[in-house]
């Protein structure tokens, strides 16, 4: 008896929680008898009662299905996610910023390596991509990196996690803004890493120098400068995470901390997540001469994890030239964008509107005599998506981004934004 009710309330809760939707198709008796050790009698009492129930309903000859009518008033349905129509928060890639056809062709270019493909990526990445960034960085950062010192990895986060197994003796770590390098910050506290916000006397400085904070501000360089001879003195290592310098669209590129301290106390991080695609999780890191010996003596322990057709493509992708002319192309088509949107935001009255230096934020200030809880309410029912920097003594001060708001759409997007301020 007991082992019918245990089965007749394990597929019951499965069924409520919507871990099967209706239509979906039982385990036969047989292979449900197998999978719980049980009979099948057991099986057929629970069946039965569960469709007696409306949870499941029997058709003749091809089994039993999970069925959404019936009494399933327990039910506990999943609250419905309000829509999001303006994004105005995250950075999502325009559909006009990426030529697919031509990645594409690189993708089928790289799947004909039919002898390649069978076996398992290098630990490092491939080589011939890293041959490209090497010269890559080279011109654009004057980072001066052999092939051998710089390692491939799905996204900065996976590759922060390779360094810091690599960084035993150091205890602490200063990041530059706790809400906008949070998933940094959480590989370091969960190395045990002691995390600081501008602590300048940590044993580690990570920075991001052409995105210093969530408004784009670009690091200058004097405080470069300042930055690389106070870490050269106390001997403590900087985190270069560089994956904005290439957009800097309002100013020229200012030189890379690793070209300035001639790299060596400084790793340098790259990621294509913006240049291409967001869904393109391929970044780098170059390490310093001393922990690329240290990579090298355990890279065995670290599995690869960016794709091997990609870097394929990508290395392709590269040295065909493609990713420059990317660059150029992006340029244009955010500077427009981000310039038109601001433009629309300054017809709401009392707004002050600024671009960040990068090019790619724009700051707006403006009077709101709520607190952070109706600021939520009201951006749900207006369908508006916005990073809050502050909300302090009725001043709201948010950070947009306009990366995926079509031309069509940026006047209906600035007006649910003065609806939000009125």
């Known amino acids: 008896m ?179 390098f949070l998933p940094a910050k959480t590989v370091f506290e969960d190395h045990g890493f002691e995390v600081f916000t501008r602590y300048k006397d940590a044993d580690i400085i990570y920075v991001s120098p052409s995105h210093m904070t969530r408004w784009g501000d670009v690091m200058p360089v004097r405080r470069r400068l300042e930055l690389v001879n106070h870490c050269r003195e106390n001997k403590s290592l900087i985190i270069e995470d560089d994956y904005e310098s290439d957009l800097l669209y309002n100013k020229k590129p200012t030189p890379s901390l690793h070209a300035l301290s001639g790299g060596e106390n400084v790793i340098y991080m790259g ?13 780098y890191m170059v390490l310093t001469e001393e922990l690329a010996e240290l990579y090298r003596s355990k890279m065995n322990c670290f599995m690869q994890s960016a794709g091997k057709t990609e870097q394929i493509a990508l290395a392709m992708f590269i040295r065909d030239g493609h990713l420059n002319s990317q660059i150029r192309k992006i340029r244009r088509l955010y500077t427009a964008k981000t310039s038109a949107f601001a433009e629309e935001l300054k017809n709401i009255p009392g707004a002050k509107v600024e671009i960040g230096e990068n090019g790619l934020q724009i700051k707006l200030t403006a009077e709101f005599p709520y607190d952070e809880k109706e600021l939520e309410q009201r951006c749900r029912e207006l369908g508006i998506s916005l990073f809050t920097e502050s909300l302090k003594s009725g001043v709201l001060n948010i950070v947009i981004s306009s990366s995926n708001i079509s031309s069509s759409e940026q006047k209906q997007a600035a007006m649910a934004v003065r609806e939000l301020l009125r």
């Open 271 to 283: 990621s294509f997540s913006k240049i291409l695609l967001p869904s393109i999780r391929i970044s």
């Open 2 to 180: 007991k082992k019918y009710l245990d089965l007749y309330n394990y597929y019951k809760n499965i069924i409520i929680s919507s871990q099967m939707k209706k239509g979906e198709k039982m385990p036969s008796i047989r292979k449900c008898a197998e999978l719980h050790g049980v009979s099948k009698t057991t099986v057929l009492n629970a069946y039965l009662s569960l469709a007696a129930d409306g949870y499941i309903i029997a058709r003749e000859k091809s089994g039993y299905y999970v069925q959404a009518s019936g009494n399933t008033k327990s039910r506990s349905s999943p609250k419905k996610r309000d829509e999001i129509k303006y994004n105005l928060k995250d950075w999502r890639a325009d559909r006009e910023s990426f030529d697919f056809n031509i990645w594409r062709r690189y993708i089928k270019s790289a799947l004909r390596e039919n002898e390649r493909l069978l076996s398992p990526g290098e630990y490092q990445g491939e080589y011939e991509l890293r041959e490209a960034l090497s010269s890559y960085i080279r011109e654009k950062r004057n980072v001066i990196a052999s092939p051998d010192r710089i390692i491939i990895g799905a996204g900065v986060q996976t590759l922060l996690n390779i360094l810091c197994s690599l960084l035993k003796e150091k205890k602490s770590v200063s990041v530059p803004d706790s809400k906008s």
